[in-house]
């Protein structure tokens, strides 16, 4: 157990809808990681926040959005959504900004979301 | 342009010892992580590299040559439940430090 979590575990919806996961970050981790992964695919970053500010950005779709509240827990919000959108979605937590080179990221059991 | 690779899939027989090598170009160096994933699962941390040498954790060892681009992941002693995907993952200099992933090499252990 990484003592980062996940909400929900598993998610079903259909198209053109909106979703929000939730993630909460390890007790004293000031960084929140967005990834997707898709069926057999590597994991691709969407968005990292620290300590409340959005720090980078990856490939994130317009249609996607994350924000990380003053508790540091982070929620990323999926609109719009698309058969292409189907995946895992994880988020990690490191200690400080990443710019440590030391910073690990540890990560949360994913949420699994299925498009109809 | 920065770049992870690592081979696609390996085969090992449980018992021996496995090699699973990463090459990287990235724009600076400032640390090398493995991660282990079981299928639907969440990766899982191995281990770092910053320095050239090797990294010795139990049945794992991680190597690194800077000046090579290159590092590798030796597992000792396989186990059937090492079967699952292996990912390199590069920390560089920009793009605010974040982690280059590799595409993770999958190892299927056999009896």
């Known amino acids: 157990d990484s003592g980062v979590t996940q909400t929900p575990k598993h998610l079903i919806t259909a198209t053109g809808q909106r979703v929000t996961l939730r993630c909460s970050p390890r007790?004293?981790?000031?960084?929140v990681y967005w990834y997707q992964q898709s069926l057999d695919q590597g994991l691709q970053f969407l968005i990292q926040?620290?300590?409340?500010?959005?720090?980078a950005k990856g490939n994130i779709l317009e249609r996607f959005s994350a924000q990380q509240f003053p508790d540091l827990h982070s929620e990323l919000n999926l609109s719009s959504l698309e058969l292409g959108d189907s995946a895992l979605y994880f988020c990690?937590?490191?200690?400080?900004?990443?710019?440590?080179?030391?910073?690990?990221?540890?990560f949360g059991p994913g949420t699994r979301l299925t498009v109809l | 342009g920065q770049n992870i690779d690592q081979p696609t899939e390996m085969t090992a027989t449980e018992g021996a010892i496995v090699q699973i090598n990463c090459t990287y170009q990235?724009?600076?160096?400032?640390?090398l992580f493995w991660y282990q994933q079981h299928a639907g699962e969440a990766p899982t941390f191995l281990s770092y590299?910053?320095l050239d040498g090797l990294e010795e954790k139990g049945r794992f060892s991680s190597f690194l040559s800077r000046s090579k681009g290159y590092s590798y992941l030796l597992l000792k002693e396989l186990q059937m439940k090492d079967s699952a995907s292996y990912l390199c993952?590069?920390?560089?200099?920009?793009?605010?430090?974040?982690?280059?992933w590799g595409a993770g090499t999958k190892l299927i252990i056999k009896p």
């Open positions: 990235t724009s600076g160096f400032n640390g």
């Open positions: 926040y620290y300590n409340g500010e959005e720090r």
């Open positions: 007790s004293g981790d000031l960084s």
């Open positions: 590299n910053v």
């Open positions: 993952a590069v920390r560089g200099m920009d793009s605010n430090y974040q982690l280059i």
């Open positions: 990690a937590s490191s200690v400080v900004s990443g710019t440590g080179s030391t910073d690990t990221q540890y």
